[in-house]
């Protein structure tokens, strides 16, 4: 079964600072990993998406992050936070075929404080 | 160009009542899916449609939800006699038609919180 972790509820960090969100993912096939941020009140925006290719995929916001098949791992980075990076961070899989539903993990959030 | 649109943005119901959660896609996007989120949880999937067609309805908790989309456009999420542990924000998604080997972004609508008392 597909499944997706995200070990760290919540990852309080000081502004300018760097963060790592750290995501997990376990399959059996191939899949395709996201990272999603959702702002309060607000839907789901995508970050960033890892399909193929290289393994470091840099997305909106400055962030990026590194796919890591040996480890099953798929973190997400930021050099230097902002207040404004404040927010709920979601980690997703799917396999692609014919339904595309995403597997979601349950959330960190990233508070950064001045 | 306008995003995913959802109504009600809010909905209190009391136990047993039916409610009606609105989805409006991007305008000529094939796929639409539904998710629920719980309270301090990532969203679940629920259900997915590919224009008019209902291709997978495998997240369905229960047979008091149902969803529709009978012209390909809009959706409608229905919950009949709601129950307390239906209280959740139900987000919609949509995207371009998925092909092999091709996978679209799905954009995600504001979410409707539905709260049951």
């Known amino acids: 079964a597909q499944s997706v972790t995200q070990l760290d509820s919540q990852v309080p960090v000081f502004e300018e600072a760097p963060v790592e969100l750290r995501c997990n993912y376990s399959?059996?096939?191939?899949?395709?990993l996201f990272w999603y941020v959702q702002y309060p009140n607000q839907g789901l925006q995508l970050l960033l998406k890892?399909?193929?290719?290289?393994?470091l995929v840099k997305g909106i916001n400055g962030f990026e992050a590194e796919f890591n098949k040996s480890q099953t791992s798929f973190h997400l980075r930021k050099p230097s936070v902002h207040i404004s990076d404040t927010a709920e961070y979601f980690c997703?899989?799917?396999?692609?075929?014919?339904?595309?539903?995403?597997?979601f993990g349950t959330g960190t959030l990233l508070a950064v404080q001045p | 160009g306008a995003g995913v649109s959802q109504s009600p943005r809010y909905k209190v119901a009391k136990r047993g009542q039916d409610v009606a959660l609105r989805c409006d896609p991007i305008?000529?996007?094939?796929?639409l899916f539904w998710y629920q989120q719980a309270l301090g949880q990532g969203p679940e999937f629920l259900t997915y449609?590919?224009?008019?067609?209902?291709?997978?309805k495998s997240g369905l908790p229960s047979d008091r939800f149902f969803a529709e989309r009978p012209e390909g456009s809009v959706s409608t999420l229905k919950i009949q006699r709601t129950q307390q542990e239906d209280s959740a924000v139900y987000l919609c998604?949509?995207?371009?038609?998925?092909?092999?080997?091709?996978?679209?972004?799905?954009?995600f609508g504001p979410g409707t919180r539905l709260t049951v008392t």
């Open positions: 997703a899989s799917n396999r692609g075929g014919a339904t595309n539903k995403l597997i």
């Open positions: 998604a949509s995207s371009s038609l998925q092909g092999s080997g091709i996978l679209y972004e799905q954009y």
């Open positions: 305008s000529g996007h094939v796929s």
């Open positions: 449609f590919q224009n008019e067609a209902q291709l997978d």
């Open positions: 399959s059996s096939v191939s899949v395709y």
């Open positions: 890892y399909l193929s290719g290289s393994t």
